[in-house]
């Protein structure tokens, strides 16, 4: 089965919000080819079907910092009124259930294959921690630059404040 989306595509659209991995409902909207109204109506139809580990609703307040990270300034009334929700792996999961079309599907079994991806990247990650730590015992202090080095390497970016102006 050919891939409808490049699995670039789906990573960019993951972001770690409150801690965990999500894709917003505009995203998996256009992803699946269905209007992001219709994508919330069928999930409020099926509420039950999406616990608070499955989907969140973003404050306002995350909702404007995620775009000013992601995608620069706001362009004005591009993006809705209405704080948008944002589903866990689980919940992306549960969204094929609630959007039975063969498009959704097959989307749906690609976003699932890229979030594993994304979990045996992390684990790979730590495991090299381990050894390199299980390695720096083991040498003397003369290669405590270059462990130290490499150990920052492997730290995720830290993220600096957002350019331009602020109006408080």
Known sequence: MASIISTEVIATKIFEVRGKKVMLDV?????????????????RRNIKRFPYDFMIQLTRKEYRELLRCQFGALEMGKYSKYSPYAFTEQGIAMLSSVLNSARAIRVNIQIMRVFVQIRKMLLTNTDLRKKIEEMENSYDKKF?????????????????????????
């Open 27 to 43: 995203d998996l909207a256009k992803l699946y080819g269905v209007q992001t109204k219709h994508l919330t109506r069928q999930v």
């Open 144 to 168: 405590i630059i270059v462990f130290e080095a490499i150990k920052s390497l492997l730290q995720p970016p830290k993220q600096t404040r957002a350019i331009g102006f602020r109006i408080d």
